[in-house]
Nanobody, 124 residues
Framework: QVQLVESGGGLVQAGGSLRLSCTASGRTFSAYHMGWFRQAPGKERGFVAAISRSGGRTLYADSVKGRFTISRDNAKNTVYLQMNSLQPEDTAVYYC?????????????????WGQGTQVTVSS
């Protein structure tokens, strides 16, 4: 079992930045690929970014590429999402998730554990 707790959400003006953190407890953090997903009101939960177990590989949704950066610190059991140049369309609840297995997944259904989410609101 892995417990995930997100933090760092809030209200920011368009063009601003936020850094989300997700701290894990339970099983060995470095054994899991980590991902960030988001869900806006009335929309399905969608992929934002993922990072491999060692941190050596990252993937991003096209909508955030060049603006968001995912990273992890396995010594601190924490994954981060640095979000720059935020836009109102980035407004959503952001979730971190952990996936076991060999392949780093993009599909939310392949993730085993989820945090409770943190709200990000970008005003225009």
């Amino acid at each position: 079992q892995v417990q995930l707790v997100e933090s760092g959400g809030g209200l920011v003006q368009a063009g601003g930045s936020l850094r989300l953190s997700c701290t894990a407890s339970g099983r060995t953090f470095s054994a899991y690929h980590m991902g960030w997903f988001r869900q806006a009101p009335g929309k399905e939960r969608g992929f934002v970014a993922a990072i491999s177990r060692s941190g050596g590989r990252t993937l991003y949704a096209d909508s955030v590429k060049g603006r968001f950066t995912i990273s992890r610190d396995n010594a601190k059991n924490t994954v981060y999402l640095q979000m720059n140049s935020l836009q109102p369309e980035d407004t959503a609840v952001y979730y971190c998730a952990a996936a076991g297995g060999v392949v780093m997944p993009l599909n939310s259904g392949r993730y085993d554990y989820w945090g409770q989410g943190t709200q990000v609101t970008v005003s225009s």
